[in-house]
């Protein structure tokens, strides 16, 4: 198993696994994706087929965001999900982003336990964030270690940006 960087040849693979784990699809956007931004786009290839990819970008000064994280069905549950996030996070590292973030749907347990266990916390839900109406869930991940400053009161995170993850209580 490698990961390496997306090539145009691995496109019908990408969509294949794409249209699998997702109900919205945009092919367009993976090709742009791979023109304005190479780097951020991994593939895990297994004896020359593609069973997973991720896809991030830079938001904002400092903040990378997880755009699409698919593994292929019947590859799941084998650290190939893992091995992704754990390379597309150092690719932000080097641009000296500070936060990872991604949006999840609500109802999708599995992949928000995924995400916790890679210490991404849920910070604030997106009501109708979908196009069928669901909700997304927000979730971010510190790059460097946290200090002082970036604790609150309670010694919880604090995140720049929308400041009403206490919504969250009704969802996690
Ligand atoms: C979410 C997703 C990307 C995770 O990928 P994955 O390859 O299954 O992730 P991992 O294998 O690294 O970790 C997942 C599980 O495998 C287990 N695992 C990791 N390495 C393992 C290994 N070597 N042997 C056995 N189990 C392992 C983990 O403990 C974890 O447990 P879980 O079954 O309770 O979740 C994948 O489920 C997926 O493509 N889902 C559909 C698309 C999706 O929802 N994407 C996210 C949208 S925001």
């Not at 990961?3 to 145009?8: D, G, K, Q």
Request: proline share 4%; with cysteine.
């Amino acid at each position: 198993m490698i990961v390496r960087n997306f090539e145009p040849s691995d496109f019908e693979e990408v969509l294949e696994i794409e249209s699998e784990a997702f109900s919205e699809h945009n092919p367009f956007l993976y090709m742009n994706f791979y023109e304005m931004n190479s780097e951020g786009f991994l593939v895990a290839e297994y004896n020359g087929y593609i069973v997973g990819f991720v896809v991030g970008y830079k938001l904002s000064d400092n903040e990378g965001r997880i755009f699409s994280l698919a593994v292929r069905d019947g590859f799941r549950s084998m650290g190939i999900g893992t091995m992704l996030m754990n390379a597309i996070l150092p690719v932000f590292m080097t641009k000296f982003l500070h936060y990872a973030s991604l949006e999840v749907r609500i109802s999708n347990i599995r992949a928000q336990e995924f995400y916790k266990r890679m210490d991404f916390i849920p910070c604030w839900v997106e009501h109708g964030y979908y196009s069928d109406g669901e909700d997304g869930i927000i979730m971010k991940k510190r790059l460097t270690p946290f200090t002082s400053a970036f604790l609150n009161d309670s010694n919880k995170p604090v995140f720049p940006g929308k400041k009403h993850s206490f919504r969250l209580r009704d969802y996690i």
